[in-house]
């Protein structure tokens, strides 16, 4: 384990191109698959050329689909991920905070989780990712909990990368971990606060799990669930560029994207 305290189914609908600061063309679209007969609607984005890329799977807070989470997946698309987000919320968009967190509370996590892991086989169906290519998956808040709980299940996954996770899974979910974990604190974080995440910590090691736990001095919950062009404190973006730096760097390890 590695610990650091730090500062600072089918796509088609919706086609959008980007160019980004290194040349490299992104397309990001509306997406949708079916896992056991059900539907999970998502958005997709790619680099506009390549195959055989690793794939991940991005996954929300409470908040769902927002203009965050897709400007979130196109990042990836830039760093050169086929990059998925799933919408496992339903389409739950409450502007009111109460009425995020009883859609929250309301989720069927095992319905849910399935339909997350099934994001992994509709990437692995893309000629983009292909049937051999490694695929990982990212999770902020609720997401961090549903990414730990899909990866105790499944074996789809070949790295994870977690955020202030405010879904604590039984312990003994983390038992069929078999992938890697990065995670990513806030030291200012209310809604996971140190004692959940030392806990966490401790569990991981106690069932033999290789993870690295990196911590943002200062900074709160969802810190770096923000657009590129959102208005935030220097602090804040700086923390935020630092994690994605990391995570895209233990994923290209992992998976060789």
Known sequence: MAEAADGGGNAGVGDDRAETADGLTIVSLHAGYETDGIYTNAFLARPEVGTARAGMVLLSGMGGLTWAQREITRLYARAGFVALSPDFMGGELPDDRTVRLHAKNSLDVTVAVAGIIGG???????????????VG??????????????????????????????????????????????????TEDHSTPREEVEAFARALKALGKTHEMHWYEGMGHSFAQITPDAE?????????????????????DELGG
């Open 137 to 186: 998956i990212m999770g902020f808040c609720l997401g961090g909990g549903l990414a730990l709980l899909a990866a105790g299940r499944s074996d789809a996954f070949g790295a994870g990368i977690i955020y202030h996770q405010s879904l604590f899974p039984d312990v003994r979910e983390l038992q069929g971990i078999e992938c890697k974990l990065q995670c990513h604190y806030g």
């Open 232 to 252: 935030v404190p220097d602090d804040q973006r700086a923390a935020a560029n630092l994690s994605y730096q990391r995570s895209f760097a233990f994923l290209g």
């Open 120 to 134: 992994a086989a509709f990437l692995h169906s893309l000629p983009w990712v292909g049937p051999e290519a490694g």
